[in-house]
């Protein structure tokens, strides 16, 4: 599959100079992303911005090992058989109009297929919106050029998704909000050859992935998916669409996918590990926890120490920590007594740990920095629920030693996180790169934690 990404060379069939056209947006993108050769294709052009236009992929020098088609659907049978004659091994078809369209696509979409079976080209697709790689800063798809101006955001998170437009949305929302970086995010739209099954085998060993997330309308190869993430060291979440009637009749007419028994599935995932999202935020939300918290030693159990401001905010943490199967963790003696210090006579040490009148005696930063290092020294906490209330920047430099120490100790923390709308985005921006998962919402915070503690890896026997 390297040839997919990390290809010597590209040729682009359907490049265009017109900027109304999908094809000088792709070709923009690559020009502005990919190093290596690229090669327009297109019989109305002699040239396209410098670069020479061939009439045909046949005339196509070396090196080319993957061509991306955009061209009208009727015209794409005879391009693959063409790339498949010249020795190209793979071909990305971004066009529309096969399986998702009618029997007509239906047609044309076997057509391909066959050309794969017969020739041993690969397809990827066919209507997809290809692949970005933030890593390595490459854009191979028609998603608008104007889009990416915010710059892709490098991480450890590869997205796949059965979807052309929620791959673009995902992007646009990551790089906009900052929320978190990613490393691939692969659109694998009808799904005529190269799978879910295909690319997981790929990240799976991909160095420059951590933690997957998947939106998939269907899994054909059920057996070999559940194989695949049973072998996985890398936590994975799927996102399944079409559970229901309607749902799996909107599948049908958008990517002519079928879904499987849905209670089926989710029992065959739950077994080997994966954790299921049921919305789209949460997919990446849950993909952010646990690709800062990737591994979580068995001994975890889920015992919160909850750090807050507000009686009312640690009232409603402990409903969720319970409601999603964590504790609210008992403090040892050892713990009270510490937190005591910080503590006018008349307030009682309780968890949730009530910080506000240590606040107004010690000031903000002290107080919560001691009372994290307190819990964080206790045997009886495993993680740490810190709310942060934004009447004030906080500096990198605090939020960064909030990580250093719940690190040092082995800790699990996340945050939840309110306040002004400037402060609460440069806030989260520093918690992404420091490596503390926050959240916006209380609920989201506890149930990405209950995620990370809760993942633990299925027997190797277990079977689907």
Request: aromatic share 8%.
């Amino acid at each position: 599959m390297d040839f997919f990404f990390k290809p010597k060379g590209i040729a682009l069939i359907g490049a265009s100079a017109n900027s109304a056209k999908g094809g000088y947006h792709i070709f923009k993108n690559l020009k502005t992303s990919f190093k290596q050769k690229i090669y327009p294709v297109n019989p109305g052009y002699r040239d396209i911005e410098g670069l020479k236009s061939y009439s045909s992929v046949l005339e196509v020098p070396d090196p080319v090992d993957l061509a991306i088609i955009f061209i009208p659907a009727p015209l794409v049978p005879g391009v693959v058989k063409q790339c498949a004659e010249r020795g190209i091994k793979g071909v990305m078809i971004q066009s529309a109009g096969f399986a998702e369209s009618g029997e007509k696509g239906k047609a044309l979409q076997r057509e391909i297929v066959q050309i794969h079976k017969e020739t041993g080209i690969r397809v990827w697709g066919p209507n997809c919106m290809g692949l970005v790689d933030a890593v390595h800063g490459l854009v191979f798809s028609f998603v608008l050029p104007a889009v990416l101006e915010a710059g892709l955001i490098p991480g450890n998170v590869s997205l796949v998704v059965q979807s052309g437009m929620l791959s673009a949305g995902f992007l646009i929302d990551i790089m906009t909000h900052a929320a978190m970086g990613i490393s691939k995010a692969c659109s694998i739209g009808n799904k005529a050859d190269v799978d879910e099954c295909d690319i997981l085998e790929y990240l799976i060993d991909d160095p420059d992935t951590g933690t997957i997330g998947l939106y998939l309308e269907s899994i054909p190869d059920g057996r070999r998916f559940i194989d695949l993430c049973r072998r996985s060291g890398k936590p994975i979440v799927v996102l399944r669409g079409g559970k229901s009637a309607k749902g799996a009749e909107a599948a049908m007419s958008h990517t002519a996918s079928l879904a499987g028994n849905g209670a089926v599935i989710s029992g065959a995932l739950a077994q080997v590990g994966v954790v299921e999202a049921y919305d789209f935020k949460q997919m990446m939300d849950l993909c952010r926890a646990l690709a800062q918290y990737p591994v979580v030693t068995r001994e975890k159990s889920g015992r919160v120490a909850i750090l807050t401001m507000s009686g009312a905010a640690g009232i409603v943490s402990s409903d969720f920590i319970e409601q999603k199967g964590l504790t609210v963790a008992e403090l040892s003696a050892d713990t009270e007594k510490e937190l005591e210090k910080l503590f006018p006579d008349w307030m009682p040490v309780t968890n949730p740990i009530d910080l506000w009148p240590a606040v107004e005696i010690h000031g903000r930063q002290k107080a919560f920095e001691e009372a994290l290092r307190a819990v964080c020294r206790d045997p009886n906490v495993d993680a740490i629920l810190i709310h942060i209330f934004l009447i004030q920047s906080i500096s990198r430099a605090v939020i960064s030693r909030f990580v250093d120490v719940a690190k040092d100790a082995g800790k699990l923390l996340f945050c939840w996180f309110m306040g002004h709308r400037s402060e609460a985005h440069r806030f989260q921006m520093h918690a992404q790169e420091l490596g503390m998962p926050a959240f916006a919402e209380l609920y989201r915070s506890v149930e990405c934690m209950a995620a990370v503690v809760s993942r633990k890896k299925a027997a190797r026997n277990s079977a689907i």
